[in-house]
Structures are given as structure tokens and as C-alpha cells.
């Protein structure tokens, strides 16, 4: 199972930090991807860009996990050569993390 078929997400950036959120279709799936959906698991997911750090925050009201990506945007919107220098494409990318444990 794709994290895509239990969630969906949204993405923003500032400055050369990327931010995506994961939201929950249904609340009872939300305690597994808080399981499964690890700072440890995103930074791998998403190593080839090459992020600094990734912190995690929860919002349980809201069936969420809100992703901030430092490093992740080639230096920056203004600055970064990537064809998506926005990093819109990013949750695409974790949206295709498997599940399985």
C-alpha cells in the first residue's frame, strides 16, 4: 500500500525550505501514518534532494502531519536551478512512499 492511498497533501515553500503536509482521507487511518510516517522515513523518501533536516509536527484534530523540508529547494526559489523550483512536486514524491511494514 502508497501513503497516496490513505492520504493526500499539500506543499509550500520559503526560501530554500520546503513544507508538506499529509492529511488523512479517513480519521482511522491516521494513527498508522503517524506510525509509519517518520522524520527518519521522509528524509529518506526524499534523499536525493538532499535535505538538512526534517522536523515533523502532528495535528490529530485534523487527521494531519505537517512536514517542515530545510535544505530541500537547491538553495531556493530565486536561487535553485530544479525545474520545480517551488517544490509542488514534493508531495508527489512522498505520496509514494509504501506502507508496509
Known sequence: ???RDVAHSRT?????????????YRAE????ICKLVTEERVQ?????????????YELPKLGAL???IAGALGGGV????ALDAHG??????LLDMDLEP
Request: no cysteine; glycine share 6%.
Open 78 to 81: 530565486t536561487r535553485s536551478l
Open 12 to 24: 509550500g515553500d520559503k526560501g530554500n525550505t520546503s513544507n508538506i503536509s499529509v492529511i488523512a
Open 88 to 93: 509542488k512536486a514534493l508531495s508527489s514524491i
Open 44 to 56: 529518506m523518501q526524499l534523499a536525493g534532494l538532499n535535505p538538512t533536516r526534517v522536523t515533523r
Open 1 to 3: 500500500m502508497k501513503l
Open 66 to 68: 505537517n512536514f517542515v
Open 29 to 32: 487511518d491516521y494513527p498508522l
